[in-house]
């Protein structure tokens, strides 16, 4: 257990390098960004010498090492700055749109899997078959559509024609109140309050967004399940399983599967940071309030604080994710060792 | 928590101001007429407005949520919407006032409250009018348009007496008290959570609003919405008849054209035009579009890129612009031609009005011939990635009728936090669209901004020695001035033959309602949600 | 691991027959390449409008015989410009999968082969730019540096560099010791050319898989960033741009405007897909059955 202990802490030290790079690779880029912030907030009709002023107030008259000193010591006091164009600490601003991002991901893949992990399987226990072919093309078509193209066309055709879908209004409709917050994630939150009404309130708002994720992340599921579970099912232990005579579902769902589990899991933590990064374009139509569309908006605006904090913010999920992995591969398969790769 | 929640359902909302109280349960946006929802595409990162940083999309809460000295009357347009009047100043904050050529003496309304119930007094004035010229940015740009410059200007005389010093009579200062700028802020609330850091509460301000509006801030949830509550005690004019304005953020405009039509939500603010077209013609839903005053949208050929030193290839560019393709594609209809005026010379000093060029190739390739320019030019026209909607259709007809006359246009999108910087600041775009409005109505104001040099909307480097002096002579002159409008009309003439600005059309600003009527335009083209009514 | 030998292609060929007749669909995938290939060398000879010339006129008609895919906002034929926004689209993908795949093979190679700091700083690296949400890092990099089509093939390249890099790294380093390059380093040859001659041609079939998806995966990115604002330059035709802004019409009934680009670059991504899984299946028999 002390290894495992210490591969733990060398695996976060690890990561120190990693974020570091992340800090000093966001701070060039943003001030590579085109523009000039000062002259951007100064507002309309302002003269050189109000952008002057708003200048000095951005601390944007000192040299870059400055002003990368200054960041940095900020940084460590845990103060990621104020964004400049919602007028809010970016902590504040993260705090309050991560869960929103994180909900709409989780339930994305969430349907993802329970619609991917089935149509991997069944198409493994029959390769080559129509079957398997079909669930290629679903799962591939999926894959191949932009998700904003596939975000609107829902809207349109189940909210705006149907009309059974709630109005695309970010995480709830006008008629609820919205849930104390607890963790953030209104489905949780509403749950713990007893709330149910708002409950299914939230969960309404979450379904077109999900699904139009969802469709987006079936493929790498799919296709990793069925690999996984074909390579499973001509392993040796099958076979033994099949001599044995344990029933053939047994075998699927009791043995094969479960070995399967492994890359599934790991692809799923490939999916899912991925999907965090790429769902930006899903909240700007949704009007979700969460961190994609925030990050476009500071990259739009030019808005340095809020850029970093996000690219920040992302880095440390996405060193905690693997770490997850790393730690669910040990509990899944105690054979593997956990040393460094 | 579900009980403090029933609590505040039972309050009439009397002593909420806390952003962080749990939203209001409503009935849906339709059933409920004293509760409107209404959307935009912007969002609000501020409630104070003298703040540094703070954005267009914000101005509307110093609107709503706070008064003015003096306000504009209201008019009803010709198509039957509803207008601000520039052409009368009423009372706000202040029930009289009387005007040397030295100063201003405002008489403030006995009885005036603010939201918190203390009285509004000629300090609170004092107070903001002091920090509206000492906070910098735009907000000392536009005092200054008014000729307030300096604190020392402004004295709070007594309780109920304000005073103003004049550096110079001039017709903009009463104006420009009306602007959203110079609104009164409850200075002892504001002093109280000022820090020897941020003298001027701006921390506090851009939270936590201070007003004596109609409209009291009930909920802000930056980047999602706000919720106005309507102050039932407002004593600067009549009580709204709306209870609560619920404003969403919603930036897709595919999403916002279909929450109005279906009905979720009342109002959408600033549609594109195309979406203004259609809906105009669907049942139940009334659209009101209406000019923005003072505001020309305009091809700008800048006189630092050496092909456009030239007027005759500033005219022939005139001449090559297709502009009923443009007035089309760019704002589907909706706006004032500013094209194919009948003469050279004005007749009136209405301002904007016709220039006088229409789409003529021919006449368009022999100034270039005359100019020795036959055989054409490269040129970049720039647009701004943020106002793409309009600008990239009318960009590309542009680029397409340049072609004909040998000019070779290449389309540059220049990213939003760019555009000002590149456009404004640096002047350094050669051929580019711009859209200046300015928001006290008069030509000589629009003339100020645009056509003097180093000024900052003269972003095509224009200097004329004659525009110069006469722009300064009739800045502050009265209107009714005998001199006033011959010199307008030469100043217009001027700029018609000189042409560094390319008028393509009028905009408008619309808004589509559904259950709700009498949206009031304002020049600053922001929501002003104290004249709405339920239908 | 058969498929990198030379001398064998014929039967190859009828490797590849014996997978296309058990794979239909892998088939199909590259019947639709074959017909994309077509119009992006011949698009603009065999459109029947000039995807440029505008007819505000004749603006937002619906698909009729003379405008199949209907016409836009200023009157352009939508399918002239699905048809010859291919070459552009197949340009972008191409480079810029090509871009990664030559600098992650080398990189990947160097530090697979020698390992060591090499090996160390390079994963750090690649580590970095993994932990950037990778869409993102792509808007970055195009918002500053400039929205061409250079820019969005160095920013599509850039965040593709760490798969390639990964994979070729993991391939060169199980086969550094394997016999047959201790044999060919015993025979004289130097490290460079045992790396280059020997080893990494091991790692192409499974590169194969990962280019072809890639590929799909850079229209789609092109076609986000597009969607931002941030994509090429107008009035060049483009399928991400033109499904973006169509999609502000969908809601107001011009449907066509968004959809037809939209099937088009779907259909694309869908080819390049279907042929990663069908390259797969040629590469790895054992995933085949």
Not at chain 2, 309 to 314: G, I, L, S, T
Not at chain 3, 97 to 122: E, K, T
Request: aromatic share 10%; proline share 6%; hydrophobic share 45%.
């Amino acid at each position: 257990m002390s290894g495992r202990f210490k591969t733990i802490s060398l695996r976060i030290a690890q990561a120190i390098p990693v974020l570091f790079g992340v800090v000093v690779v966001s701070f060039i880029l943003t001030r590579a960004l085109p523009g000039d912030p000062a002259v951007y907030f100064a507002g309309a009709s302002a003269t050189e010498e109000s952008i002057a002023q708003v200048r000095e107030v951005l601390g944007l008259d000192k040299s870059l090492p400055q002003q990368f000193i200054i960041y940095v010591g900020d940084l460590l006091r845990g103060d990621l700055g104020q964004s400049i164009s919602t007028g809010q600490a970016v902590t504040d601003d993260l705090a309050r749109r991560l869960p929103a991002s994180l909900e709409l991901t989780l339930m994305a893949l969430f349907i993802s899997c329970s619609i991917a992990v089935p149509l991997g399987v069944m198409a493994a226990t029959k390769p080559g078959s129509l079957r398997d072919h079909m669930c290629r093309v679903i799962v591939t078509a999926g894959v191949s559509l932009p998700t904003f193209f596939t975000g609107i066309l829902l809207i349109y055709v189940f909210y705006y024609l149907l009309g059974i879908a709630p109005s695309p209004l970010g995480r709830l409709d006008f008629i609820y109140i919205e849930p104390d917050t607890i963790t953030g994630f209104y489905l949780i939150d509403a749950a713990i309050t007893g709330d149910w009404e708002t409950w299914f309130g939230a969960l309404k708002q979450l379904v077109l967004p999900a699904t139009t994720l969802a469709l987006f992340t079936m493929a790498p599921i799919a296709r990793m399940t069925r690999a996984a579970m074909l390579s499973a099912l001509s392993s040796d232990f099958v076979r033994t399983a099949r001599a044995a005579g344990l029933s053939s579902s047994k075998i699927l769902y009791g043995y094969a599967l479960h070995n399967a589990m492994l890359p599934v899991i790991t692809t799923l933590g490939m999916v899912f940071s991925f999907t965090l990064g790429a769902n930006v374009l899903v909240e700007k139509v949704f009007a979700w309030p969460g961190i994609g569309s925030y990050a476009i908006e500071a990259l739009v605006a030019s808005d340095y604080a809020a850029v970093q904090g996000f690219v920040l913010a992302m880095a440390i999920l996405f060193v905690l994710l693997n770490l997850c992995i790393d730690i669910a591969y040990s509990l899944i398969d105690p054979r593997i060792g956990f040393e460094e790769r | 928590m579900s009980a403090s929640r029933r609590d505040f359902l039972k309050l009439s909302g009397g002593a909420i101001t806390a952003a962080s109280l749990p939203f209001l349960k409503v009935l849906p946006a339709s059933a409920a007429s004293d509760v409107i929802v209404a959307v935009m595409g912007q969002t609000i990162n501020s409630l104070d407005l003298h703040r540094t940083g703070t954005n267009r999309p914000s101005y509307q809460v110093a609107v709503n949520v706070y008064d003015r000295l003096v306000s504009f009357g209201t008019k009803v347009t010709p198509d039957g919407g509803v207008s601000y009047d520039y052409s009368v100043i009423e009372p706000e904050i202040a029930e009289s006032w009387e005007i040397t050529d030295s100063e201003m003496i405002f008489k403030l309304k006995p009885g005036g409250k603010f939201q918190d119930g203390s009285p509004i007094t000629a300090q609170d004035v004092k107070w903001s009018f002091d920090r509206a010229v000492s906070l910098g940015g735009f907000p000392a740009v536009q005092m200054k348009a008014g000729s307030l410059e300096s604190p020392d200007q402004f004295e709070a005389v007594d309780d109920l007496t304000f005073k103003i010093k004049l550096i110079r009579p001039s017709k903009l200062t009463l104006p420009d008290l009306a602007v959203p700028v110079p609104f009164v802020i409850n200075s002892k609330v504001a002093l109280a959570n000022a820090t020897d850091d941020d003298p001027w509460a701006t921390e506090y301000l851009h939270k936590t609003p201070a007003g004596s509006g109609a409209f009291k801030v009930a909920q802000w949830k930056p980047g999602e919405q706000l919720v106005y509550e309507r102050n039932d005690d407002y004593t600067s004019g009549p009580v709204p008849e709306i209870k609560r304005v619920i404003v969403r953020e919603v930036p897709s405009p595919a999403t916002r054209l279909a929450l109005l039509e279906r009905g979720d939500v009342n109002l959408s603010f600033n549609m594109p035009n195309k979406d203004a077209k259609e809906l105009s013609e669907v049942d139940g839903l009334a659209i009101q579009t209406t000019p923005i005053e003072n505001s020309i949208y305009s091809l700008c050929p800048n006189l630092a890129f050496d092909a456009f030193k030239d007027k005759r290839v500033r005219q022939a560019i005139a001449y090559s612009v297709p502009y009923q393709e443009v007035f089309d594609a760019g704002a589907y209809g909706r706006g004032e031609p500013m094209w194919g005026g009948p003469s050279m010379t004005p007749s009136d000093i209405a301002w904007p009005q016709k220039f006088p060029y229409a789409t003529d190739l021919d006449r368009a390739k022999d100034l270039l011939k005359e100019a020795g320019m036959a055989s054409g030019f490269d040129v970049p026209l720039s647009i701004s990635l943020g106002q793409i909607d309009w600008m990239e259709p009318v960009a590309l007809l542009i680029q397409e009728n340049l072609a004909k006359i040998g000019v070779n246009a290449t389309i540059e999108k220049v990213p939003s936090a760019n555009w000002r910087t590149a456009s404004l600041v640096e002047k350094r775009l050669p051929l580019h669209l711009e859209t200046f409005g300015g928001w006290l109505n008069y030509p000589c104001y629009y003339f100020f901004w645009c056509f003097l040099e180093g000024h900052l909307f003269n972003s095509s480097n224009y200097r004329n020695e004659e525009i110069e002096v006469l722009t300064l002579e009739t800045l502050h002159m009265p209107i009714d001035d005998p001199d006033y409008a011959p010199k307008i009309k030469r100043m217009i003439e001027i700029i018609w033959d000189e042409v560094p600005r390319i008028a393509l059309w009028q905009p408008a600003l619309s808004v589509g309602m559904n259950g709700v009527k009498d949206f009031e335009y304002w020049f600053h083209s922001q929501l002003d949600v104290r004249n709405l009514k339920g239908v | 691991m058969s498929m990198a030998s030379t001398n064998k292609s014929d039967s190859l060929i009828a490797h590849i027959f014996y997978v296309l007749r058990g794979n239909p669909i892998t088939a199909l995938a590259f019947i639709l390449l074959a017909s994309f290939i077509t119009c992006a060398l011949f698009g603009p000879l065999i459109v029947p409008y000039d995807p440029l010339a505008s007819n505000t006129s004749n603006a937002l008609m619906p698909p009729s015989v003379d405008h199949w895919f209907g016409t836009d906002n200023l009157g352009r034929d939508v399918f002239s410009r699905v048809i010859v926004a291919t070459r552009l689209d197949l340009l972008i993908s191409v480079s810029a999968v090509a871009l990664s795949f030559v600098i992650g093979s080398i990189l990947g190679s160097v530090a697979g082969y020698w390992g060591g700091w090499l090996d160390a700083i390079l994963n750090r690296l690649l580590d970095t730019i993994m932990a950037f949400p990778l869409f993102v890092l792509a808007m970055g990099i195009v918002a500053a540096l400039g929205n061409t089509i250079e820019n969005i093939v160095y920013a599509t390249a850039l965040i593709n560099i760490p798969f390639y890099a990964r994979l070729v790294r993991a391939e060169v380093n199980i086969r550094r010791d394997a016999g047959f390059a201790l044999a060919a380093k015993l025979s004289g040859n130097s490290d460079l050319r045992v790396l280059a001659v020997h080893i990494f041609p091991n790692a192409l079939p499974p590169m194969m898989v990962q280019i072809s998806l890639n590929l799909g995966w850079a229209i789609l990115n092109a076609a986000g960033l597009s969607f931002i604002g941030l994509g090429v330059r107008p009035p060049t035709p483009e399928w991400g741009i033109m499904v973006a802004e169509g999609a502000n019409f969908v809601i107001s009934g011009e449907w066509w405007l968004a959809l037809f680009p939209g099937l088009w670059l779907m259909l694309a991504v869908f080819t390049f897909n279907l042929l990663g899984d069908g390259l797969r299946d040629i590469v790895d028999p054992r995933k085949r059955t």
